[in-house]
């Protein structure tokens, strides 16, 4: 009995020293819910920010990285909704991915605009990317190819398929979609191979394509032109078209309290202007675009009503 | 390219690096032994540990894994007819028998010699195409994908001449389940029921996981007993005999790796199938084919060297053009990610180093992976003298936990549980179960590649004798359908004539 006691009482004396306290936030370990396979680009986004944000809390606590593939993640997404609002669960989404869907009127278990926003890490636009060797320089070549221009895409839902429809119909460009390209890799293989003209993919993930000269940009969209060669949505007339980018957004169920939600938004953006984590950013070509809460809240709100307008593509 | 091979060895031969790399064998045998669990799951669980470590040592230890979950895969395919991971599947067929008449030691023997061999063949493949790597990943487009497929599910329609029919009903339903969920082409929804889970499709490991491990537990405990039905007949110290058949066999070993080092290196189709056709092509090859499935040690070298081979076709995507060529090569390139590395076409230009230190830790790893396995052969084996009512209980909820571990869905574990009992009904009415799991694997494919080139074409069926490789594929299937009707009807001919006579 005495040993017991004994045993128990520095179990107690463990515990007592070594957590935070239990009446601040946070007191245990905050797992960021990542809606898509380990290995992927938001996957490696999330955990390398992870590790960063864990300097910036007011205890030391771990974050933990969960993947939560599924339903193109509408599963991720359905999960941090019905979590409870305390903070210890959030999640990095895909806008607009978990956008669409809601507009669409699928059916899903969560709201997009109910949900706590806590900050944008990254935005990404588009390239309409060619082969290397094609006779296409620009979207006046494409238009003037004289039989519709064929794209590749992922599946007919997929945010790259929806940009392709948009663009393509505020351009008066007239095409043709081959779909069930798994990945933005397979259909960059596909324009490589000569399977399709072009495709939309993102301005991020084709940095080394172009390096290594197996592609070229007809246009760009989502993001500045500096190079005079090839326009961006601005050049081209369609400044609204700047909406269709991939934004990375950081949110926590809906209604969690205005001082947890304040310590998350904080530790984000202060790991965001970590030196360390821009250092990593730079050797892996990742970008960045801070945003604090009430910004993020903003541009969810009017992607929103932006892609309401082009509904009638969204089917 | 010596000295990259030889600058890698050094970078590699650090004790630290070495215990690493030891690290990555163990965990990724137990890894493989487990049904359900396999190299992706090993790597994403091994990622944060990663953090701390220097690329190289991130890279020889995901190279450990990598090499080593074929071998601890073999080891439950051959002791309880339970695939570890995907791609052993076909080390079932002639495996478990051979573990059934006790000789578990002589077939874990040659799985243990087939797989370095058949990763040591990959390897060398690999660094011969490696200057024309491009170019042979982007000979398979939409028309090749789809050939691909049909030649996958013709050689499963006539793996078994015996049983056709029954193969055929099988890889129906295998065609059927494979046509669940989200299609990528139409967009639309195909028998899910307006389920997020179904929308993903039915997954392939708890499916095998069902098919095989569940059903064989089930059958074990109806029928009582060991998996070795004579306890004296077991042999444990037939793992000479095991190596020796291997190297006899060295041209099935060779074939089986070319196998899998090229279907290896097509995207989405990958282990399973290589080792599937690795077996049947030495099946048919061989002088007495109706005795495969009865025990054969040539039926357990072919899929192996197949397994081990892939891994190095596998790269060939992701080297070339920065996609992955299977599931784990995925994660490995978000470890290379976390450790400041780009992955795209510039890869063996930017990160040479890495590349080789993981071919050479593959290696190395098949090598250590096969030793390991051979040192434990004894204690192995007596699990096919465990009695049912403990073996079954036990390896039936280390499977559906394993299962229930990949993506933590409850739906994964529901799939294994349904199919388990489908898979009792089919071998207790005798018909195959690898169609159906060929057919699950192959069905989208068949299906995306199909609607793709008819697209691309515009509804022109010239499209699949639009190039030289798709030439070849119909070839290839044309000459298996031949091969297996020709010998047929020459012989009824035969005998009609004699009748006449």
């Known amino acids: 009995m005495k040993k017991l006691i004994l045993v128990l009482s520095i179990i107690g004396a463990l515990m007592g020293c070594s957590g935070p306290s ?3 936030f946070p007191n245990r370990d905050i797992e960021i819910i990542i809606p898509y396979n380990a290995g992927g680009g938001f996957d490696v986004y999330a955990r390398s920010l992870a590790q960063y944000m864990e300097r910036y809390l007011p205890e030391e606590i771990n974050i933990l990285p969960i993947n939560m593939p599924g339903a193109g993640g509408r599963r991720g997404a359905s999960h941090v909704y019905r979590a409870d609002p305390d903070g210890y669960t959030i999640g990095i989404f895909n806008m607009p991915g978990i956008l669409l869907p809601q ?7 969560y709201d997009v605009n109910q949900l706590s926003w806590l900050s944008t890490l990254s935005i990404d636009g588009y390239g309409i990317i060619v082969d290397d060797e094609s006779p296409i320089n620009s979207v006046e070549d494409i238009k003037n190819m004289g039989r519709p221009v064929v794209y590749g895409a992922t599946g007919p839902s997929s945010t790259s398929y929806i940009a392709t429809t948009i663009v393509s119909t505020a351009l008066e460009i007239p095409y043709k979609v081959i779909t069930g390209y798994k990945g933005s890799g397979e259909y960059i293989l596909g324009v490589i191979r000569g399977d399709v003209d072009a495709a939309f993919a993102n301005y991020s993930t084709i940095q080394p394509y172009l390096e290594s000269g197996d592609i070229k940009l007809a246009a760009v969209i989502g993001v500045d032109s500096d190079d005079p060669n090839i326009m961006d949505a601005n050049d081209l007339g369609v400044p609204d078209l700047s909406n269709i980018k ?3 957004m950081m949110a926590g169920p809906p209604g969690m309290p205005e001082d947890i ?7 984000m953006l202060s790991a965001l202007d970590d030196q360390d984590f821009k250092a990593w950013l730079d050797a892996t070509g990742n970008d960045v675009y801070p945003a604090n809460a009430v910004d993020t809240k903003t541009a969810v709100d009017e992607m929103s009503s932006f892609y309401d307008k082009f509904k009638e593509f969204l089917d | 390219m010596i000295d990259l091979l030889l600058n890698a060895l050094s970078d590699i031969a650090s004790v630290k ?15 493989g032994v487990i049904p359900g669990l396999g190299g992706t799951t090993a790597l994403a669980i091994l990622m944060p540990l990663t953090f701390g470590m220097t690329a190289i040592d991130a890279f020889a230890m995901s190279g450990g894994i990598m090499g080593a979950v074929a071998m601890g895969g073999a080891i439950s395919a051959i002791l309880l007819n339970t695939p570890g991971t995907a791609p052993n599947a076909a080390t079932t067929l002639d495996g478990y028998p051979l573990a059934k008449q006790g000789r578990a030691a002589e077939a874990i023997g040659a799985a243990a010699t087939a797989s370095p061999l058949g990763g040591l063949f990959g390897v060398i493949t690999l660094l011969m195409v490696l200057p024309v790597a491009k170019q042979l990943v982007l000979l398979f487009g939409p028309p090749e994908f789809f050939l691909l497929a049909v030649f ?7 793996s078994d001449s015996t049983n056709l029919l029954r193969g055929l009903v099988s890889a129906g339903v295998g065609l059927m389940l494979a046509f669940v969920g989200y299609d990528t082409v139409t967009g639309g929804e195909r028998f899910t029921y307006g389920s997020d889970y179904l929308f993903d499709g039915i997954p392939l490991v708890p499916a095998l996981v069902g098919l095989f491990g569940v059903t064989e537990m089930i059958h074990l405990s109806i029928t009582g007993g060991t998996v070795a039905g004579d306890a004296s007949a077991v042999r444990i110290h037939g793992v000479m005999k095991g190596i020796k058949a291997t190297l006899k066999n060295w041209r099935i070993v060779i074939r089986g790796s070319l196998t899998g080092t090229i279907i290896g290196s097509i995207p989405g189709v990958g282990g399973t199938v290589a080792t599937f ?14 005795s495969f499935g009865t025990g054969r040690i040539e039926g357990v070298i072919a899929p192996e060297s197949a397994n081990n081979a892939k891994d190095s076709g596998a790269l060939l995507p992701t080297i ?11 994660v490995f390139l978000g470890i290379l990610v976390l450790h400041g590395m780009q992955p795209g076409p510039t890869m063996l230009l930017n990160n040479e180093r890495e590349i080789y230190v993981l071919i050479i830790a593959l290696t190395l790893s098949a090598v250590f992976s096969a030793i390991i396995g051979i040192a434990l052969v004894k204690w192995l084996a007596m699990i096919t003298l465990v009695r049912g009512q403990i073996l079954a209980p036990l390896v039936i909820a280390v499977s559906l936990v394993g299962t229930y571990a990949i993506n933590s869905r409850p739906g994964d574990v529901v799939i294994a549980a349904i199919l388990g009992m489908v898979g009792y009904l089919m071998l207790r009415f005798n018909y195959p179960r690898l169609p159906l799991v060929i057919a699950l694997v192959l069905g989208e494919t068949a299906e995306r590649g199909f609607l793709q080139s008819m697209m691309i074409s515009q509804g022109s069926w010239g499209i699949f004798i639009s190039s030289v490789t798709s030439i070849i594929m119909v070839l290839l299937i044309l000459i298996t359908l031949g091969w297996s009707f020709i010998p047929g009807i020459l012989k009824s001919r035969r005998a009609a004539k004699a009748k006449s006579d």
Do not use: H, W
Request: no cysteine; hydrophobic share 50%; net charge negative.
């Open chain 1, 22 to 24: 239990s009446d601040t």
């Open chain 1, 103 to 109: 507009i669409q009127g699928v059916k899903i278990n």
């Open chain 1, 246 to 248: 991939i934004v990375r």
């Open chain 1, 261 to 267: 939600r304040s310590t998350l938004e904080q530790a």
């Open chain 2, 17 to 31: 690096t070495i215990l690493l790399l030891v690290l990555g064998v163990m965990f990724g045998l137990v890894f």
């Open chain 2, 152 to 158: 996958g599910l013709v050689t499963i329609a006539l």
């Open chain 2, 277 to 290: 056709i690795a077996y049947s092509t030495t099946k048919r090859a061989d002088a007495d084919p109706e």
């Open chain 2, 320 to 330: 070339a053009f920065g996609i992955p060529g299977s599931a784990e090569m995925a």
